[in-house]
């Protein structure tokens, strides 16, 4: 909001306070308080009395000091009643805007907490348009929440309520990310009583508290410190390794991208094998992995394993041919 012209008409109020003070003082041989308060009473227009009789050179700082005093002072007090006003229309046509946008989620991915971790996943996530939400009630992380721009809920991730609000029965997915392994533990507790088939990934700050989290329900279980501490580890045994991996995967300047495609049952790709499927060669990707519906993964397939509903299929490859061949695959 633009506090600009305030500022200005506050300044012109406060040089017509300073005439007519030093007028008055000068003139009309006034104490310096007696002309403050004679500059005050005639800006407002109160109706009290004079002090004491004027000179025509009083009368004349009279009147300078009433026609600009009042036009300031009316001025100021409108730019005041404006800024208030738009503040509050402002808040509750965003916050109307806000949940009409919420009520219109479905296969989206709620995130609990908008900390170091939460907040990484949500820029991730905004990065490839998957639609979330984020849960979080500290007003500093409210205040970036908005700066990013981000759909959010000033709530309690760990209560019913805001998990349903956040249109939990039509969500892809949960992220509890709260710093709290605690609270980590009853959200998920929370999400499963609310809906059992829930996938939920959820953050542990120690590694002790997995067992934990899985058995409250959570689907996957992510500690940043355990995977930090590895990555720097690799950095030292194989930094070529995990430069070509940076490279390749995370800065983009080569343009690639591990992306997973699921195998469609009405896919033309069943039952046919890798080499004949004609993947690599149609769309100049490679097939690093295929996960099948049995949950066993087949790391760097061989042309003859066969193809069946229901694979994920993990390629590496340019963003425009992945799109392409996701639209075969399904």
């Known amino acids: 909001m633009d506090y600009s012209r305030l500022r200005?008409?506050?300044?012109?109020?406060?040089?017509?306070?300073?005439?007519?003070?030093i007028g008055y003082y000068s003139f009309e041989s006034m104490s310096l308080f007696d002309a403050f308060y004679m500059t005050l009473i005639t800006i407002s227009t109160v109706g009290f009395s004079?002090?004491?009789?004027?000179?025509?050179v009083g009368r004349i700082i009279t009147i300078i000091v009433i026609i600009s005093g009042i036009s300031v002072l009316t001025y100021s007090l409108g730019q005041v009643a404006k800024?208030?006003?738009?503040?509050?229309?402002?808040?509750i046509f965003g916050r109307r805007k806000l949940e009409k946008q919420i009520s219109k989620l479905k296969n989206h991915y709620i995130i609990c907490?908008?900390?170091r971790i939460g907040g990484i996943v949500s820029k991730e996530l905004?990065?490839?348009?998957?639609?979330?939400?984020?849960?979080?009630?500290a007003p500093g992380r409210i205040e970036e929440l908005e700066h990013d721009r981000f759909l959010y809920l000033n709530m309690d991730a760990t209560s019913?309520?805001?998990?349903?609000k956040a249109g939990m029965d039509k969500a892809k997915g949960i992220v509890t990310a709260v710093s709290s392994d605690a609270d980590n533990v009853f959200i998920t507790l929370t999400a499963k009583g609310l809906r059992s088939d829930i996938f939920?990934?959820?953050?542990?700050s120690d590694i002790k508290n997995e067992s934990k989290l899985l058995r409250a329900g959570a689907t996957r279980v992510v500690c940043p410190y355990l995977i930090g501490g590895s990555r720097m580890a690799q950095v030292l045994k194989k930094p070529t390794v995990v430069d070509f991996i940076d490279?390749?995967?995370m800065n983009g300047k080569l343009g690639l991208k591990m992306e997973e495609a699921v195998v469609g049952p009405n896919s033309n790709l069943v039952g046919k094998t890798l080499i004949n499927s004609h993947i690599r060669r149609d769309f100049g990707v490679i097939i690093v992995g295929i996960k099948r519906l049995s949950n066993e993964m087949i790391f760097n397939p061989l042309p003859t394993e066969n193809l069946e509903a229901g694979d994920v299929i993990v390629v590496i490859g340019k963003k425009e041919d992945l799109k392409r061949m996701n639209d075969v695959v399904v």
Request: aromatic letters at 8%.
């Open 8 to 21: 200005i008409s506050l300044i012109f109020l406060l040089v017509i306070i300073l005439f007519g003070t």
């Open 113 to 115: 907490g908008y900390g």
């Open 126 to 137: 905004a990065d490839e348009n998957i639609p979330f939400i984020v849960i979080e009630q």
């Open 83 to 91: 800024i208030f006003v738009e503040g509050e229309l402002r808040k």
């Open 160 to 164: 019913e309520e805001a998990l349903i």
């Open 247 to 249: 490279i390749a995967m």
């Open 50 to 56: 004079e002090i004491r009789p004027l000179s025509q």
């Open 200 to 204: 939920i990934l959820a953050r542990t």
